[in-house]
């Protein structure tokens, strides 16, 4: 299989590249505000172990100087590369290796479709870092969440898949790089496989799943149906060695996918 070493300064054509190859990837999400330092060490020792493809940094809260602070110890402990998934303007980061430049288009609110964004652009314009256009789509997981509440819009219910893909065509027809659907921070069901399915069969974009992920079989199922990037969150906080188990999920399918070539 191979093998993207030394390509982090191009996120988005390792993304292309692998998606034409069928190689699904896994991306860790760390929130400096919820994690103390002891925690993070754990998480990039696993992270470096068991083949993690990125690290996604952010939250609805984070503060400067404790994103600096994970940046440099991913910087000093691993060459997994970091990508920031902002919840504010504030969360920009130039250590990163790249920055995912959402447009939150499950919801109505101006602020978070084109606003924030062109607040920062300047400042991303000035800087060195990979900015990605990324379509963000929220999923109704069960459960209130921050992006939810900070953005104050609703997300796509869970069983109105037909909106879900058209809002994900109309984002494929805007020019986005790249499709994101969250569930959201502690969701209580993840994306479903048939809704990944169905979008990931009229889009082209490389897209990315997270949210409510709690065990391999789910991880081995959103794979299954088309995700191409897996983010997992909130369960390794609680328990670091779960990146095994996903890690694993994403393995098998990509072990099937390449006999399949």
């Given at each position: 299989?191979?093998?993207?070493?030394?390509?982090?300064?191009?996120?988005?054509?390792?993304?292309?590249?692998?998606?034409?190859?069928?190689?699904?990837?896994?991306?860790?999400?760390i929130?400096?505000?919820?994690?103390k330092?002891?925690?993070?060490?754990?998480?990039?020792?696993?992270?470096?172990?068991?083949?993690?493809?990125?690290?996604?940094?952010?939250?609805?809260?984070?503060?400067?100087?404790?994103?600096?602070?994970v940046?440099?110890?991913?910087?000093?402990?691993s060459?997994?590369?970091?990508?920031?998934?902002?919840?504010?303007?504030?969360?920009?980061?130039?250590?990163?290796?790249?920055l995912?430049?959402l447009?939150?288009?499950?919801?109505?609110?101006?602020?978070?479709?084109?606003?924030?964004?062109v607040?920062?652009?300047?400042?991303l314009?000035?800087?060195?870092?990979?900015?990605?256009?990324?379509?963000?789509?929220?999923i109704?997981?069960?459960?209130?969440?921050?992006?939810?509440?900070?953005?104050?819009?609703?997300?796509?219910?869970?069983d109105?898949?037909e909106?879900?893909?058209?809002?994900?065509?109309?984002?494929?027809?805007?020019?986005?790089?790249?499709?994101?659907?969250?569930?959201?921070?502690g969701?209580?069901?993840?994306?479903?496989?048939?809704?990944?399915?169905?979008?990931?069969?009229v889009?082209?974009?490389?897209l990315i799943?997270?949210?409510?992920i709690?065990?391999?079989?789910?991880?081995?199922?959103?794979?299954?149906?088309?995700a191409?990037?897996?983010?997992i969150?909130?369960?390794?906080?609680?328990?670091?060695?779960?990146?095994?188990?996903?890690?694993?999920a994403?393995?098998?399918?990509?072990?099937?996918?390449?006999?399949?070539?």
């Amino acid at each position: 299989m191979p093998t993207f070493v030394g390509m982090q300064k191009n996120i988005l054509n390792q993304l292309l590249k692998k998606k034409s190859l069928g190689i699904r990837s896994l991306a860790v999400l760390i929130d400096p505000d919820h994690q103390k330092i002891r925690n993070i060490d754990e998480i990039i020792s696993e992270a470096n172990a068991h083949a993690v493809d990125y690290f996604f940094l952010g939250g609805s809260l984070v503060l400067q100087d404790r994103m600096d602070e994970v940046l440099k110890l991913i910087r000093e402990q691993s060459n997994i590369p970091s990508i920031i998934f902002p919840g504010s303007g504030f969360q920009i980061n130039i250590q990163a290796d790249a920055l995912l430049f959402l447009s939150l288009v499950s919801g109505r609110n101006p602020e978070f479709l084109i606003g924030k964004q062109v607040e920062v652009a300047p400042k991303l314009y000035s800087s060195k870092i990979e900015v990605i256009s990324t379509a963000y789509l929220l999923i109704d997981g069960g459960s209130s969440n921050t992006a939810s509440y900070i953005s104050q819009t609703l997300p796509i219910p869970y069983d109105k898949i037909e909106i879900a893909v058209a809002t994900a065509l109309a984002s494929q027809f805007l020019g986005f790089q790249l499709l994101f659907m969250d569930a959201g921070s502690g969701a209580r069901r993840n994306v479903s496989a048939e809704l990944i399915n169905k979008v990931s069969e009229v889009c082209d974009q490389p897209l990315i799943v997270g949210g409510g992920i709690k065990n391999g079989e789910q991880a081995y199922n959103m794979l299954k149906a088309g995700a191409d990037v897996l983010v997992i969150g909130n369960a390794i906080e609680e328990n670091p060695l779960l990146i095994r188990e996903i890690s694993a999920a994403v393995k098998q399918i990509n072990a099937l996918d390449l006999r399949r070539v």
